[in-house]
């Protein structure tokens, strides 16, 4: 429900500022994030070049900024992964994105 919530604001807000309903273009990012002690072991990562111990947020925006997929992992997994396991969920929801661009598989220099 939240998510139909979400997709029904972002189309709003993509046709306000004169874009298509649907995506055609993404970017995914993430960031480490500290995990409370909490957290158990087997749900946290070491990020070493960082230096944190916690979780990592991988999120998939199209160009305006809006948010089209988030997806948390352990710290130590990285932003090549994730996409491995985003990319094919994010082609089935939004048919429109094109494989163009740097992807997972050869990423931008």
């Known amino acids: 429900m939240i998510d139909e919530l979400h997709d029904r604001l ?4 993509r046709e306000a500022a004169g874009r298509e309903p ?8 993430s960031q480490s994030v500290k995990a409370a002690a909490v957290v158990g072991s087997g749900r946290r990562g070491y990020d070493g ?4 111990n916690g979780r990592r947020r991988h999120l998939i925006c199209d160009t305006p900024g809006l948010l ?18 985003m990319l094919p969920a994010l082609a089935g929801r939004f048919p429109t ?12 220099p």
């Open 22 to 29: 649907e995506p055609s273009a993404a970017a995914i990012d």
């Open 97 to 108: 994105l094109t494989a163009s661009g740097p992807t997972a598989a050869t990423p931008a």
């Open 68 to 85: 089209l997929m988030i997806h948390v992992t352990a710290d130590d997994v990285t932003a090549r992964e994730a996409a491995c396991d």
């Open 10 to 13: 972002r189309r709003r807000v």
């Open 49 to 52: 070049a960082k230096k944190i």
